[in-house]
T-cell receptor, first 113, second 113 residues
Framework: GQQLNQSPQSMFIQEGEDVSMNCTSS?????WLWYKQDPGEGPVLLIA?????ELTSNGRLTAQFGITRKDSFLNISASIPSDVGIYFC?????????????FGTGTLLAVQP | NAGVTQTPKFRVLKTGQSMTLLCAQD?????MYWYRQDPGMGLRLIHYSVGEGTTAKGEVPDGYNVSRLKKQNFLLGLESAAPSQTSVYFC????????????FGPGTRLTVL
């Protein structure tokens, strides 16, 4: 089945640094979603992308829908301690039912104050 | 609004024991999902439901059963627990028209000895 691979697997950064992470697939996605999971909580949707090349921001977060439709990128600027958590990309499988999502393997972010 | 709630939050089982995880949502959502989260593997879909009285298999359904007798509740059952089912289980729900935003519960941490 379709898989979403995220890199890096984990990041340990200092407060104030910028962060970049990406998500890749072997097949096309028509929608890319980025979720964040705070420690001990369930994931929460951050950003949704619907068109190839689209760039969307949510505060200090910016995400891009890759031109090939097989990847997406998430950037966090000027990180703060509350950015700690696991970031997941997700999307409905191409050509499949839109009532399901495939989730990536996640990127764990730790921010040192 | 409580959103999505899960019961219990923690559970320890012995191999072969059975249990039921309860998910409840008060948002009148049609769709409900059960995922399991394992280190390095992201969220994997176990079963889902597109409405009261209907259920369908996800990516990793073996060893689990589900029921959706009421719209607001989605139950996940383990008939004979195995150590491989040690995981964190998340329930999610969404509105029929919103393909992107799934609302997650806080999770249930299950350990099978």
């Amino acid at each position: 089945g379709q898989q979403l691979n995220q890199s890096p697997q984990s990041m340990f950064i200092q407060e104030g640094e910028d962060v970049s992470m990406n998500c890749t697939s072997s097949s096309i996605f028509n929608t890319w979603l980025w979720y964040k999971q705070d420690p001990g909580e369930g994931p929460v949707l951050l950003i949704a992308l619907y068109k190839a090349g689209e760039l969307t921001s949510n505060g200090r977060l910016t995400a891009q829908f890759g031109i090939t439709r097989k990847d997406s990128f998430l950037n966090i600027s000027a990180s703060i301690p509350s950015d700690v958590g696991i970031y997941f990309c997700a999307g409905p499988p191409y050509g499949g039912a839109t009532n399901k999502l495939i989730f990536g393997t996640g990127t764990l972010l730790a921010v040192q104050p | 609004n409580a959103g999505v709630t899960q019961t219990p939050k923690f559970r320890v089982l012995k191999t072969g024991q059975s249990m039921t995880l309860l998910c409840a949502q008060d948002m009148n959502h049609e769709y409900m999902y059960w995922y399991r989260q394992d280190p390095g593997m992201g969220l994997r879909l176990i079963h889902y439901s597109v409405g009261e009285g209907t259920t369908a298999k996800g990516e990793v359904p073996d060893g689990y059963n589900v029921s959706r007798l009421k719209k607001q509740n989605f139950l996940l059952g383990l008939e004979s627990a195995a150590p491989s089912q040690t995981s964190v289980y998340f329930c999610a729900s969404r509105l029929q028209g919103e393909t992107d935003t799934q609302y997650f519960g806080p999770g249930t941490r299950l350990t099978v000895l």
